[in-house]
Structure formats: C-alpha cells, structure tokens
C-alpha cells in the first residue's frame, strides 16, 4: 500500500497533523499503537492552556493565532465545545534571567509578542495583581501579564474531532498498530508495523514520549530525552466559584516554572497544577482554599 503520507502517532500533534494533510489528499494514512485518545501518552485529561503570544518565541505567534481560526472552524463544523477563554495571567519578575520552559526572558518576550501582534493585553503590577486576582499570593516585585483570549483547550476532545474530520475526508486510521521500523527506500518510505509493510512518500512522526523509540535505529535516536511532567489536582473547599473558569484565568508563574487551570468539571472539580521538578513546598505562587 502506498500513501502520499503517513502520520505515526495520533495525539494532539499527530490528530491535528492528520486532519490537515487530509484536507489536501485522502491517501493519507495514521497510525496509532494504542487507540486515541488514551491515558497512556501526554494528550489526555481535561485540559491544555493555549494562548496567542509565546514567551518560547516570537516566531510561534503566526501559528498559535492559525490554530484559534482552526479550533472555531472545527467548532462550527461539529458542534463540539473545543476552546474555553478564561484570560490567560502570567506573572513573573521585570527582565527576569530564570528561564520558563527552557527559555530565559520569557515574560519579557511575551510582552514584546503581544505588542508586535498587537494581541489584547494588560500589564498589571503587584497591588492591581492582588486587587483582581484574589485567588493567588504575590510578591511586591511581580508583574502580570493578563491575556484577554488565553484560556484552554479540552485535548482528548481535540483529538477524536481531528481524526474524525480526517477519516470523513477520506484518510485511513489504523489503531492499536505499533511502527516496528522505517527506512528510505529510493525516493519512498517503507514503513514496517505489527501488521503489515505501508510505503509513502512522507513520513511524520508525532509519537511523544515514544519519539526515542521511533528513531532507535536513527542516527539521530540521541538528540532527544523524554521527562515526566508531575501534575497536581487540589479540592476546592468553601468559595467554590472563585475558581471556577468564569472567575479565575489559566497561569503560568514563570519565575516559579508552575503553571495551572481553573476548577474544571463541577463540585468534583479541583485546581490543576503542572510543573516538571515541583516540590512539595513550592506553591506559594497561589492561594490553595481554605488552606
């Protein structure tokens, strides 16, 4: 079987890359080793935060404002709830050198992205931090940058919508089916599963945390380490609303690499919080209830 292309991995990346490639050819073909969308990789639970203008780099914002137009346009066409806007509040400290997922500056060229776009935005200082955010604690030295449009997506849902779109627009989906191999074969791509031998002229690999693995009998199988992210949910007790995503913003305490959500999902709902070298110490960046 020969494909125009093949998508190995079938998560937010590998869905969104699928139902794209779909829309220019349906000889496109996605594989998936487990059937998506599962718990077993990093696209799943309740949410994802995504916002327009991107500490990490300038050069991202063109892409995230695409993908707000692509998640309406899904919307409209399935009717399933994808995008939630809550405002987006990012604090940290003015020209801090620490870095923020990698990236030192990271407020500082937020700001910058936020302008160059001209994304909507407020700069707020710590009194005005406290006076509007009553669920967080600050230092007198933060500032926050509060992004009108941030908010978060509902990732699984993401997920089963991409591939449906892509299965409607006449791509094959193949699940629970793991890539033994891949070598290039002339000008083509000869991919080897549990099952069977596919030939195509692109391969994408949007594995995760198996992209190791994808590429062990690559060259380039060393360039890449996988880490576990920890996340933390906290019960709310007493003002339940406060943290609700109609009063309280997706974050990202940059200075303190901590990022989290809203209670999502009703009175069993709790707050969200990620970080990838948490401690059990380290959250005097917020107000945990009642605590």
């Not at 160059?116 to 935005?121: L, N, R, V």
């Not at 449906?164 to 290039?184: D, I, P, T």
Request: proline share 5%; glycine share 8%.
């Amino acid at each position: 079987m020969v494909f125009d292309a093949i998508v190995v991995g079938l998560g937010a990346v590998g869905s969104a890359a699928l139902y794209q490639l779909s829309k220019q050819t349906p000889n496109v073909l996605g594989i998936d080793q487990f059937e998506p969308p599962h718990s077993l990789g990093s696209t799943h639970s309740d949410s994802r935060i995504t916002r327009q203008a991107i500490g990490e780099g300038i050069y991202f914002v063109p892409l995230a404002l695409r993908s707000y137009e692509i998640w309406r346009e899904l919307e409209q066409r399935t009717g399933e709830q994808l995008l939630t806007i809550t405002g987006g509040l990012f604090v940290g400290k003015e020209n801090s050198t620490l870095q923020t997922h990698n990236k030192p500056g990271w407020l500082t060229t937020t700001l910058q992205a936020a302008e160059q776009f001209k994304i909507a935005h407020q700069v707020l200082d710590a009194d005005r931090l406290r006076k509007r955010f009553p669920q967080f604690q600050f230092l007198d030295d933060d500032i926050g940058y509060f992004e009108e449009d941030a908010g978060f997506l509902r990732p699984e849902v993401c997920v089963s919508v991409q591939l449906a779109q892509a299965r409607q627009n006449g791509a094959s989906v193949q699940v629970n089916e793991r890539m033994l191999s891949f070598e290039s074969v002339g000008t083509m791509v000869r991919v080897q599963t549990e099952r069977a031998v596919y030939q195509t002229r692109k391969l994408v690999l949007t594995s995760g945390p198996w992209i190791a693995e994808s590429l062990r009998d690559s060259p380039y199988r060393n360039l890449l380490k996988v880490y576990r992210q920890v996340q933390y949910w906290f019960d709310i007790q007493g003002d339940y609303p406060l943290y609700t995503p109609d009063h309280m913003p997706v974050y990202i305490l940059s200075d303190r690499d901590l990022y989290g959500f809203p209670a999502i999902g009703g009175v069993a709902g709790g707050l969200k919080d990620s970080n990838r070298t948490i401690r059990a110490d380290d959250h005097a960046g917020y107000r945990k209830p009642n605590n």
